[in-house]
């Protein structure tokens, strides 16, 4: 289990949306990914060079019949750096929960 540790990288709904879809797969299709996140294909190609440059996510391009098809998967690094961000959220709502309002 990774420290709590918040990343800046993953924070970006879009960017935590996709890697939250990652962390519960083994490898996901891009055609899966655009439609769950309801992106198009260069704002996903954009988001998964992002990640990938950061080593939180590994891409595979392959041929499958005559078509080419991506899929991607988490790194370590990605689940890890996941894990942390998941964590530090967890802790900056426990301490919210738990704080007295100013001027009591």
Known sequence: MSGARF???IHPSTRL?????????????????????NLSDSALSKQLAT???AGYVA????????????????TAAGRSA????IAALREIVAGASTAEPPGR
């Open 7 to 9: 990343d800046e990288l």
């Open 17 to 37: 949306n996709l890697v939250a879809t990652l962390a519960a797969a083994d490898w996901a299709e891009f055609a899966f990914l655009k439609d769950r996140l």
């Open 51 to 53: 990640l990938e440059e």
């Open 59 to 74: 891409t595979e391009r392959r041929l499958e019949g005559s078509r080419r098809k991506v899929r991607a998967r988490l």
């Open 82 to 85: 996941f894990d942390g961000h």
